[in-house]
């Protein structure tokens, strides 16, 4: 970077509207805490899963759809912003699904997962996961109550998906770096991956997989504690 180099930070109270987003902010995370509590009355599990659009999340779960349902009960709802080509994926293997369309928006937010749970019978229900509209910036800021937050990025992302977006990463207690089968046409280093991942959230497990192989699934499992 030269000394020609302009850069414009935008700093806190810069941003338009910022006391509108707080207070969003603040009710999402009120909300996402009151889901918490409802899972946790009914025992339920909850995972959500973020990153890119073509990150392979809705692989990955189909994968872990497929080597759970026999064990657990599971139900997935699936964010997207006008299509439900992934919760027909995934209702294909059987499980309850429902899908959210956000309209507008680039992320689910606590209240989308609290009318979705009113139709889920939680009672009957071990895990639920959920995949997040495909972006990395926004679902950071926006807690559903989960228990776990898995982000999953792909080689095929190119080598700086990671550092690009350190919040998301800080916020995930698992990293999947997704297509690793690619990392060698893709000329990306996977360990650099993983080592970006462990720099800027050294708590997060990062497991490599291949979701349309399935390899590193069972790890993914293992790392999910289930
Ligand atoms: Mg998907
Ligand atoms: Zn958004």
Redesign the pocket.
């Known amino acids: 970077m030269g000394e020609d180099m302009d850069v414009i930070k935008v700093e806190e109270g810069e941003m338009l509207e910022i006391e509108i987003e707080e207070d969003l902010l603040k009710a999402n995370e009120q909300l996402a805490n009151a889901n918490r509590k409802i899972f946790d009355k009914h025992g339920v599990k909850v995972i959500d899963v973020m990153g890119s659009i073509g990150s392979g999340?809705?692989s990955i779960l189909e994968k872990l759809v497929g080597k759970l349902k026999e064990k657990y009960r599971i139900a997935v709802i699936a964010g997207d912003v006008t299509t439900t080509i992934?919760a027909d994926r995934i209702k294909r293997h059987g499980v309850r699904t429902i899908q959210i369309n956000t309209g507008n928006e680039c992320h689910l937010d606590a209240l989308m997962i609290r009318r979705a749970i009113k139709r889920l019978n939680l009672d009957e229900l071990d895990i639920v996961f959920i995949?997040n509209v495909?972006n990395l910036i926004c679902p950071a800021d926006f807690p559903l109550g989960s228990h776990r937050r898995i982000v999953v990025v792909s080689v095929t992302e190119g080598p700086y998906m990671i550092r690009k977006h350190p919040m998301i990463i800080k916020g995930a207690d698992i990293v999947v770096i997704n297509k690793i089968d690619l990392a060698e046409a893709m000329e990306v280093d996977v360990n650099q991956l993983i080592k970006d991942a462990k720099e800027i959230n050294p708590k997060a497990e990062v497991v490599c997989t291949n979701a349309k192989s399935g390899e590193g699934i069972d790890n993914l499992i293992k790392a999910l504690q289930l």
Do not use: I, N
Request: proline share 0%; glycine share 20%.
């Open positions: 999340k809705t992934d995949e495909g």
